[in-house]
Structure formats: C-alpha cells, structure tokens
C-alpha cells in the first residue's frame, strides 16, 4: 500500500491535484442480486454474487467517469477497492480533470454536486428513491446518541450541516454546498419513522445517483491543498491486529500479523478482480550503486552460479545508460523523464521506444543515511544523457571517485537548495512524523551551511499533524521537533541541537507537558464515568448468545486474568448493543472500560 500511495502522489507530482472525491458502496438490494438469490437466500449468503455485481457495475461507473467523461476529460485517475467489516464492497476513485474542466465558480459545483433532497419526487422518482435511501447520514445525534459516527456527544461527521442558501467554495477544504430549508422526508430507521431535511443529504451527483441506486458520495476537492491526507485515507490498507497465539518463547513466531477477510473480499480475490488502479501507470525505477542490484535467486542454486548471473544481470538503470549509449534521442532525457518515451521490457531487459500509452516515471526514495546512493540519484535528477555510473561521476573531462564529489563539482550541492528540495519532495507522501525524522537526518549527513533557513523553510510541513489538532504553541511544537531530531544527531557521533547547529531555536524547559497531552483520549476515557442506567438495564435484555459473551467477558474482568475475546456477527446483530450493556456494567464499579478502534476493526 506504501508504495501505491507514492505512485498516487508521483501522478499528483505530474499532472496537479485531484479534483473530485467519490465513494462508490454496494447496494445488496440492487435486481440483479436479488434475481439471483434462492428462495429464502439473502445477499449476505451469496458474497460471489455481490462481488461479482459490484465488480460490473463500478466498470460501468468507471467506463462512465474515465471513457465518457461525464465530468470532463480525465487526465489521471486512481482508484481503490476496500471492504466493509460486513463485507460489502466500495471503491473510492480520484479523479484528475483537464484544466478547462474544473468545476471553478458555484454554478459549476452546482451542477456536478447537490446537497439537497429532489425538488419534485414525481419528476424524479428514482433520484428522489435513491437519495432518500442512499445519501441520508445516519441519522445520529439527538435521533441516535449511539450512532458509529458520534465521538463525545458530537456528529464526527460534522452532520446535521448547517443550512445555506448558496455554495460556498472554501479554501483548503471541500465546498460548503447548497442547503436550503424547506424540504423534508420521513425515513424509517428501525421502529422510528424520521423526519429528516437537507441538512442530513450527503453531496451527490444527481445523474450517477439515480441510475445506479446506491450511495455514491461525490465531493468536489480541488480546493484541498493537503492531498497526500485523501491519498492516505485511500491507501490506508487493510485492518490488522497483532495477536499473542501461544506460550511458545521464539519472538519470531510469537506473533502473527492477522487480519479479517469477510466473504465477499474473499471472493474478490478468488475472482482475480482489481483492488487498485492508477492511470497512467507509473514505472517505478530501479537506484542501485554499481554491482549492488537485487538478484532474485532459488534456495538450491550453487551460490557460484548465482554470483556469474547476477553479474550479467541487466536492471532498469544498467539499459537506461545503454540505450543513451547509441540513442540521441534518449540522451535527451532524464532518468525519471523516460518511462514518458520508452517502455520496459521485462524478459530481454530493454528500453524501447513507446508506440502507444502514457505512463509516469518514479525513482525509488533514497534516504540521506544512505549517501553515495542518495547523491547517486541527486545526479540522476538532474543529470541527461548519462551512459554509465562512470559517466555520471565524469565532469569537465575529470573522473571523480564518488558521486558526491561529482554532485559538488557540477554545483548541485553549493548551498542547501538541494536539501530544500528533498524536503519539499518528500513533503508531497511523507507524514509530518517522518518529516520531522527526515529533517533531523539532513541535519546530521548533510551539513547544510544554513540550517536555520532549512528549519524556516521545513517547519510548517514538520507541524502540519500537530496544527491539524488545533495545537498552535510554537514554543511547544519547536521542543518536540528538538526531542525527534536529537537522537539521530547522536546516533550520527554529533551532539544535541543547541550544541551542535546554535543557529537553530533552542529548547525551551519551562514549557510543560499541559499544553498538549499525547494520552488526552485515555485520560478523558479513564476521568469518565458517567454510566448511563438505561444502558446498565438493557442486560436483561440480552439473548442468550449476548448474555453467553456478556457473562464470560465479565467473569475474565472479575478474574483479572487477561484474556482477548473475539466478537463476530452481521451487521445489525446486536454486537454494539452488547458493547454497551458491557462497557457500562464495567464502568459502574469505577473500573476503567475503553472502548476504541485500535486495528481499524471496532475493538472491546
């Protein structure tokens, strides 16, 4: 997934921002599953059969969006397959439009998205029929306290949306669209019948919607300048839990990286159906120092044998400075520029020229830590024509032993543009987190002649997760950065910050530990106890398999012997209600009782 999300952000790089955001989700009432269930048979007893509807129709969406271009010419795309934990599939696609079809003012995001109810649901009874099913939120709140979506008493959704009588393009994040009052609809959750109006409507695309019956959320993004976070949430991958299995003493084999595989994602994988795409395609190139590539080889080869292939071994890298040694043509380019104008050929090892298609170059990250590989591709970023890593270490006629003496002699590391760069690529896929590493690395490998304006330059990206939080204590935020970096200084035979680089802000000890509390969920968790008495009750409401768990997960708390329960079962069985009746038992004997979502799987 890491790598994906680095090809996702190498399209961003090459061809802008992605401009719309939309979520695809499995409809188990659409006809043609329902056709084809056996009596008494429900879709969650056919997952082939949803995952293979779901498989036809987001063809369909996607011959619409990529193809036909509903929405304007599509430049780049990307899209990804995830599961529900009640196995129902959905896709979210990022699309890239051509400059001349970006939706600019109001009017243009009104006529892609709606936020509102169908005016008239007699002249459009299947778009009135799917957003009324579809893309009404929830609802939480006041309607349901104990909705998924609640977070401390509040919609994490920010639902119900205040009313607005025109759109409102904000900066730095989505629009702000057009809900008017007036409109209202009853719709039925559970035993309740609820009168719900605009303000619940998830934006929608009034075409899509109505012929495809499902939810489909369409959101207009082009305003998001952060886009690695929608690539992120897009990329985050599959939920996982690390479990303890067994007494054994092998730390190794102790533990086993598990993850839940519902029906239908199974059946996805048996089917061989795609759960990621980008277009265009993005190569990914090989950075290897000479005789240092990846030879892939079978345990019952004579290790000889592997050494004289391996030495006769062409890479992506090797072909590249061979085909400038007689191309004038690719002598032209850049290393990362030739995926553009020659394809790969994986069997005889060769670049030839591109007949058809387009696709992307993206060299493969190098970490400072790693300098003559790091100065290695430093040259090849900016360096055309090379025909062999002698040939890149060559300037004016003179040889140099090293790639970083040849990257100094040719001005490429006169002053700390380049590492001003490396941050400011590395920004486009790297968290804040890894940033604040990163910049600690440059620090301590690279000794930029002005650290300073490199902390100037770097310090808002090294902040941005912090600042996201609403933290904005510049004094607090500068001695966490210090407490990142200092390790790798030390790690490097350097000593701290201030003694080291004095240039750079000093760390200030009279600013405590209050100003930000990286526990603040556990403390509010554990300062807490506000048990709610009807949830207290509803264990006697219990069926016998509830009141089976129920009973055993409160004698291990009883016991304090730890123990790991696994909960399963449809969705709408009634596990959170078990959650519940548990978590407020617990709770009302002024025991702490967390309940969170430590794997992406919700957790007791």
Request: with cysteine; charged share 20%; proline share 7%.
């Amino acid at each position: 997934m890491k790598a994906r999300f680095q090809d996702a952000m190498a399209l961003v790089q090459s061809m802008g921002k992605p401009n719309l955001f939309i979520t695809v989700t499995c409809n188990p009432e659409w006809p043609e599953i329902k056709e084809n269930l056996l009596p008494g048979q429900s879709a969650q007893d056919r997952p082939d059969l949803t995952a293979r509807i779901f498989n036809a129709r987001l063809k369909k969406i996607c011959d619409e969006l990529f193809k036909q271009g509903i929405f304007g010419k599509p430049l780049g795309r990307t899209h990804v397959i995830e599961f529900q934990k009640r196995g129902l599939p959905h896709a979210h696609i990022l699309l890239i439009l051509h400059p001349n079809d970006i939706p600019q003012t109001t009017q243009d995001i009104d006529q892609l998205v709606k936020a509102e109810l169908p005016e008239d649901p007699l002249l459009e009874p299947l778009l009135y029929k799917s957003v009324s099913r579809h893309m009404i939120h929830g609802p939480c709140g006041p309607y349901n306290p104990n909705a998924p979506c609640m977070v401390n008493g509040v919609c994490s959704k920010k639902f119900p949306k205040p009313f607005c009588e025109e759109t409102v393009i904000n900066e730095n994040s989505y629009p702000q669209y057009r809900r008017r009052p007036g409109q209202a609809v009853t719709i039925r959750r559970g035993n309740s019948d609820l009168l719900i109006d605009n303000r619940w409507v998830v934006p929608y695309n009034p075409y899509l919607s109505a012929k495809y019956q499902c939810h489909i959320n369409v959101e207009i993004c082009a305003e998001i300048s952060a886009v690695k976070y929608l690539y992120n949430y897009v990329y985050k991958g599959h939920d996982k839990i690390v479990l303890d299995v067994g007494e054994s003493f092998d730390e190794v084999n102790r533990f086993r990286d598990s993850r839940w595989i519902a029906a239908p994602e199974a059946c996805w994988r048996i089917f061989s159906f795609k759960l990621s795409a980008t277009y265009p395609s993005v190569n990914r190139l090989d950075i290897h120092l000479p005789n240092q590539h990846n030879i892939m080889f079978s345990q019952d080869e004579q290790l000889e044998e592997v050494i004289e292939r391996g030495s006769n071994t062409r890479t992506m890298l090797t072909a590249y400075f061979e085909r400038n040694q007689f191309d004038s043509n690719a002598r032209l380019l850049k290393y990362a520029e030739f995926p553009r104008h020659y394809t790969w050929h994986p069997k005889p090892k060769e670049w030839r020229p591109r007949q058809r298609g387009h696709a992307i170059g993206r060299i493969y990250a190098v970490y400072p830590s790693d300098p003559e590989r790091w100065h290695l591709r430093l040259l090849l970023n900016n360096v055309t024509g090379a025909t062999s890593f002698e040939d890149l270490r060559t300037f004016q006629g003179q040889i140099y032993p090293s790639f970083r003496l040849a990257a100094l002699a040719r001005g490429l590391l006169q002053n700390d543009h380049y590492l001003e760069n490396t941050m400011e690529e590395a920004n486009v896929h790297m968290s804040p987190y890894h940033l604040r590493k990163l910049f600690g690395i440059l620090l301590a490998t690279c000794q930029p002649s002005d650290p300073l304006r490199l902390w100037n330059f770097s310090y808002n990206w090294m902040t941005e997760d912090w600042v996201h939080q609403g933290y904005h204590n510049d004094s607090w935020m500068t001695n966490k950065i210090i407490e990142a970096i200092n390790p790798i200084l030390l790690q490097n035979g350097l000593n701290r910050v201030d003694l080291s680089f004095p240039d750079l802000p000093r760390y200030n000890p009279s600013v405590g530990e209050n100003n930000f509390n990286q526990n603040w969920m556990l403390d509010e968790e554990e300062s807490s106890f506000d048990v709610n008495q009807h949830e207290l009750r509803n264990a006697d409401l219990l069926n016998s398999q509830q009141r089976l768990a129920f009973d055993r997960i409160l004698l291990a708390c009883d016991s304090e012997i730890p123990a790991c329960f696994f909960i399963d079962g449809p969705g709408g069985s009634g596990k959170t209600f078990l959650y519940n009746c548990l978590l407020a038992n617990v709770r009302s004997t002024r025991r702490i009782a967390i309940a969170c979502a430590g794997s992406g799987m919700l957790a007791f």
